[in-house]
């Protein structure tokens, strides 16, 4: 008894679908990792870039006001608008013969202080918080009777910047040591 051979089609349709399989595989266990990682590199250093040039506004802010701020909107605006600013920002350093900007330029070969807003990854906005601190103090006469109560109210002594994709913090609420301290540093 003899057996018919199968179609030589068939054997053709499986080398292709097997061909194409292999194709699929390659992309998805090599070619989309490779892509995958390079976006996450220059996400994470795209949004420290951008939350180290936040931490040198809040520097820049702290000079002039005295405090920290917790508002992205008014530290961008003061960026852009305050003279002082752009005077550094527009400024050479004669003693070390360089620029006294001291903002990092980003990915794409500039500094915009409008991307300072968002994050690159996700658009959400960078989470900024400034501590409070409350203090009350009691005082009394020689007999022990109270006169007044004074309280004073600190804000801004310091900041804490958090990028909310997860590349990194600057700064601290609790800690003076970490007050200008980037995680990644």
């Known amino acids: 008894m ?4 199968e179609p030589w089609y068939i054997h053709v349709a499986l080398y292709v679908v097997i061909a194409i399989l292999v194709v699929v595989l390659v992309k998805v266990a090599i070619i989309d990792p490779k892509e995958i ?3 996450e590199k220059f996400f994470k250093n795209e949004s420290r870039l951008r939350m180290s040039n936040i931490k040198q506004a809040e520097i820049l802010w702290v000079q002039q006001h005295k405090s920290f701020t ?4 008014t530290l961008i605006n003061f960026i ?3 003279p002082k600013v752009q005077e550094i920002i527009n400024g050479f350093d004669t003693v070390i013969q360089r620029s006294s900007n001291p903002f990092a330029v980003l990915s794409n070969g500039e500094f915009t202080p409008d991307s300072l807003f968002k994050t690159p990854k996700s658009w959400s906005d ?4 400034i501590d409070t601190s409350v203090n009350i103090d009691t005082v009394t006469n020689r007999y022990g009777r109270v006169i007044r109560i004074d309280t004073t109210i600190v804000l801004g002594k310091r900041y804490f910047l958090k990028g909310p994709d997860g590349y990194g913090t600057i700064g601290s609420l609790d800690d ?3 007050k200008n301290t ?4």
């Open 80 to 82: 852009k608008y305050d």
């Open 2 to 5: 003899t057996s018919k051979p």
């Open 126 to 129: 960078y989470i900024l918080q």
């Open 70 to 73: 917790d508002n992205l909107d």
């Open 37 to 39: 990682v390079q976006s």
């Open 176 to 178: 003076d040591a970490l």
């Open 182 to 185: 980037a995680s990644w540093e």
